[in-house]
T-cell receptor, first 116, second 112 residues
Framework: NAGVTQTPKFQVLKTGQSMTLQCAQD?????MSWYRQDPGMGLRLIHY???????DQGEVPNGYNVSRSTTEDFPLRLLSAAPSQTSVYFC???????????????FGAGSRLTVL | ELKVEQNPLFLSMQEGKNYTIYCNYS?????LYWYRQDPGKSLESLFV?????AVKQEGRLMASLDTKARLSTLHITAAVHDLSATYFC????????????FGKGTKLSVIP
């Protein structure tokens, strides 16, 4: 997970509360993205960004907002949390994989969110 | 829309045995990724397969890609307990895109 830092690691919210999951990378990478992981569902893309000031929706964007004011940070906001947003959230950045010469996504450690 | 299917979803195998995890995808994907996830941890990149016929090997794991069949395989040779984890494959639907579509994962348990 070197280079992609997520906070907090754990969070419990009540329905209707808002919060922001933080993601930061110090590798000067343009591309960043957010995924959620639910049991038996694999990872699903929420939002992504190809650079500062540019964001776009993924497969499951509803209920989430993002912004990218700097290259380093890509926060994910839940404006009014719902129990369906209980999940593990991963932030990812594109990095050059050693040996292959190709880019891969490297993931942060994850943020486990529970909405009651 | 790219869809990625893995099978099996659960795999229990004895140490020393060989097995293969299959990853089928529905439309063109110019590369295929394999990741490993240990319980409660993040995803770790294992392989990226760039072209038809590509084969990558690391230790007891070997991944291959057949773009014509839209199939990638992850072969496990002489399994050991340390390989117990969940393995994901992922594809991308456009060149230059990093919006990956993941399979549901294969949970591998290697038992003595």
């Amino acid at each position: 997970n070197a280079g992609v830092t997520q906070t907090p690691k754990f969070q419990v919210l009540k329905t209707g509360q808002s919060m922001t999951l933080q993601c930061a990378q110090d590798m000067n990478h343009e591309y960043m993205s957010w995924y959620r992981q639910d049991p038996g569902m694999g990872l699903r893309l929420i939002h992504y960004s190809v650079g500062a000031g540019i964001t776009d929706q993924g497969e499951v964007p509803n209920g989430y907002n993002v912004s990218r004011s700097t290259t380093e940070d890509f926060p994910l906001r839940l404006l009014s949390a719902a129990p369906s947003q209980t999940s593990v959230y991963f932030c990812a950045s594109k990095v050059l994989a050693g040996g292959s010469g190709a880019n891969v996504l490297t993931f942060g450690a994850g943020s486990r969110l529970t909405v009651l | 829309e790219l869809k990625v299917e893995q099978n099996p979803l659960f795999l229990s195998m004895q140490e020393g045995k060989n097995y293969t995890i299959y990853c089928n995808y529905s439309t063109t994907s110019d590369r295929l990724y394999w990741y490993r996830q240990d319980p409660g941890k993040s995803l770790e990149s294992l392989f990226v397969l760039l072209s038809n016929g590509a084969v990558k090997q690391e230790g007891r794991l070997m991944a291959s890609l057949d773009t014509k069949a839209r199939l990638s395989t992850l072969h496990i040779t002489a399994a050991v307990h340390d390989l117990s984890a969940t393995y994901f494959c992922a594809g991308r639907s456009g060149a230059g895109s990093y919006q990956l579509t993941f399979g549901k994962g294969t949970k591998l348990s290697v038992i003595p």
